[in-house]
């Protein structure tokens, strides 16, 4: 078993700044991606940011330049900074960690999400 706890969502003004983390536990031998990704009512689940274990990180178009991801892997935990968030950034926010199992086998599992909230 696997558990991801994350922390960190709550309420923002614009342009403020907010940093959500997720902590994996349980089960882990390898991990290797860890990612945070976006689901509005009614939408998809997103991609918001991801990085691998070697460290290359990706970002959708819409933050980059704003949110920065970052991992450490002695304590199994991925960290998300929001910085000047928009109104439009409002979503549940999912944390998404890839566990290898054996040659070529991922297996991938995500938080229970968090809200994120950017007033006006």
């Known amino acids: 078993q696997v558990q991801l706890v994350e922390s960190g969502g709550g309420l923002v003004q614009a342009g403020g700044s907010l940093r959500l983390s997720c902590a994996a536990s349980?089960?882990?031998?390898?991990?290797?991606?860890m990612g945070w990704y976006c689901q509005a009512p009614g939408k998809q689940r997103g991609l918001v940011a991801e990085?691998?274990?070697?460290?290359?990180?990706t970002y959708a178009d819409s933050v980059k330049g704003r949110f920065t991801i970052s991992r450490d892997n002695a304590k199994n935990m991925v960290n998300l900074e929001m910085n000047s968030p928009k109104p439009e950034d409002s979503d549940v926010y999912y944390c998404?960690?890839?566990?290898?199992?054996?040659?070529?086998?991922?297996?991938?599992?995500w938080g229970q999400g968090t809200q994120v909230t950017v007033s006006s």
């Open positions: 998404k960690v890839g566990i290898r199992r054996g040659i070529g086998t991922i297996y991938y599992y």
């Open positions: 349980g089960s882990i031998a390898s991990i290797n991606v």
């Open positions: 990085i691998t274990s070697s460290g290359s990180t």
